[in-house]
């Protein structure tokens, strides 16, 4: 099975799934902090993350990832839609980004007010 390696300032998760599996769902199943304030259904940009080992080895970007990505913030050529983008064989390592990051705190405010309380939220720039 290929791992999936998320990283943020906040904490690197290291999950193995089957190939098939969307890495939303990766991120759900190793407790990752990837927002998506849509619920992973292509309605926004909140979970959007950067490929930056595999990304050949994900599924095609289909034209309504590219049509929601155009809305996201600082879009790259490794930018990818994490409940759009489904792993292939090989492993994988994405970056979370601030905008995702950010989403997911709103998503889960007893999870933020925990790291605020530990001095680890917001992320000092």
Not at 3 to 27: N, Q
Not at 77 to 83: K, T
Request: glycine share 8%.
């Amino acid at each position: 099975m290929p791992k999936v390696t998320f990283k943020s300032p906040l904490a690197e998760v290291a999950v193995d799934v089957p190939p098939g599996t969307t890495l939303l769902d990766a991120a759900e199943k190793g407790e990752a902090q990837v927002g998506h304030s849509c619920g992973g259904v292509c309605g926004c940009s909140t979970c959007h993350v950067w490929v930056r080992k595999g990304l050949d080895s994900l599924s095609e970007q289909r034209d309504d990832e590219m049509d929601r990505l155009d809305m996201g913030f600082d879009v790259r050529p490794y930018s990818r839609l994490s409940c759009q983008t489904e792993v292939g064989g090989e492993d994988v390592t994405v970056e979370i980004t601030e905008e995702s990051l950010v989403a997911f705190m709103d998503e889960n405010p007893a999870i933020r007010r925990k790291l605020e309380s530990e001095g680890r939220w917001p992320l000092k720039k």
